[in-house]
């Protein structure tokens, strides 16, 4: 995988601020408090939801705030770069989930394989910089969720244009 793409369990509180400001505290607001209602629900619900905004309005901060509180343990994140294909996406899935091993070559084995391990048991997925998908990235997100046996939210956050 890329390294310099982010994957796997939510970041510790003090990489929220991209500025790296010490000591910085996230505050309440109407709309950080709003995002984490509508997140509570999604959960709840087993849906899918997108935040998305302009860049730097803290839809990431916003997001992995909420799930801190809400799911710490059962989150599972990927980010995307431009233009990602199903295929990277079952790559960024496979690398979030720590599955062991390496990544089945082919498609159907690799859905398979996902699905299987989204069954499992209850997980919340946040695709982060959603805006980068295509329709056959949403649709694959898509397939993943409407399968009857996986056991998931789903919690895009994008950038205009999501």
Known sequence: ???????????????????????AQLVGTDTLLTTRDNIEAVIE??????????????????????????????????????GPTPRDIRHGLFQALGLPGEPPTRPIEFDTLLKETLAEEFRVL????????????????????????????????GGDGC
């Open 45 to 82: 619900a087993k849906a899918m939801m997108c935040v998305y905004g302009p860049a730097g309005s803290g839809k990431t901060m916003s997001v992995d705030s909420a799930l801190r509180h809400l799911a710490p343990d059962i989150t599972h994140r990927l980010e995307l770069r431009a």
């Open 126 to 157: 946040v695709c982060d910089e959603a805006q980068w998908m295509k329709k056959t990235g949403f649709e694959f997100w898509r397939h993943l969720w409407d399968d009857k046996r996986t056991n998931i939210a789903v919690i895009f956050a």
């Open 1 to 23: 995988m890329i390294a310099d793409l982010d994957y796997g369990l939510l970041p510790d509180e003090s990489e929220d601020h991209f500025l790296g400001l010490e000591q």
